[in-house]
Nanobody, 121 residues
Framework: QVQLVESGGGLVQPGGSLRLSCATS????????MGWYRQAPGKQRELVAG???????KYADSVKGRFTISRDNAKNTVYLQMNSLKPEDTAVYYCNADQRRMGLIVGGPYWGQGTQVTVSS
């Protein structure tokens, strides 16, 4: 059974930092691409950051320079370090895992249950 469990969300003041974690089980973590998505009320879910199995990263323009995605294959965990948080970063953050081959998804996608991040003074 595949499980993705996010943690680390909470309430933080503007300008503050949070680190989200997503612990996985039931997949061969090292061969999966991982991503962090977020969904704010009334908005579509959007990709925040992604990291491939070989460590290549990509970010939404709105978070470049502020957020950093990383992975620890020994711990089967992906992280999202969020700095200089803004009220517009408020959303439920979801962890995603999928395995791709030649651009096609051949494993997953799998989703976590989400963790709330609220940026407010």
């Amino acid at each position: 059974q595949v499980q993705l469990v996010e943690s680390g969300g909470g309430l933080v003041q503007p300008g503050g930092s949070l680190r989200l974690s997503c612990a996985t089980s039931g997949i061969i973590f090292s061969i999966y691409g991982m991503g962090w998505y977020r969904q704010a009320p009334g908005k579509q879910r959007e990709l925040v950051a992604g990291i491939t199995s070989n460590g290549s990263t990509k970010y939404a323009d709105s978070v470049k320079g502020r957020f950093t995605i990383s992975r620890d294959n020994a711990k089967n965990t992906v992280y999202l370090q969020m700095n200089s948080l803004k009220p517009e970063d408020t959303a439920v953050y979801y962890c995603n895992a999928d395995q791709r081959r030649m651009g096609l998804i051949v494993g997953g996608p799998y989703w976590g249950q989400g963790t709330q991040v609220t940026v407010s003074s």
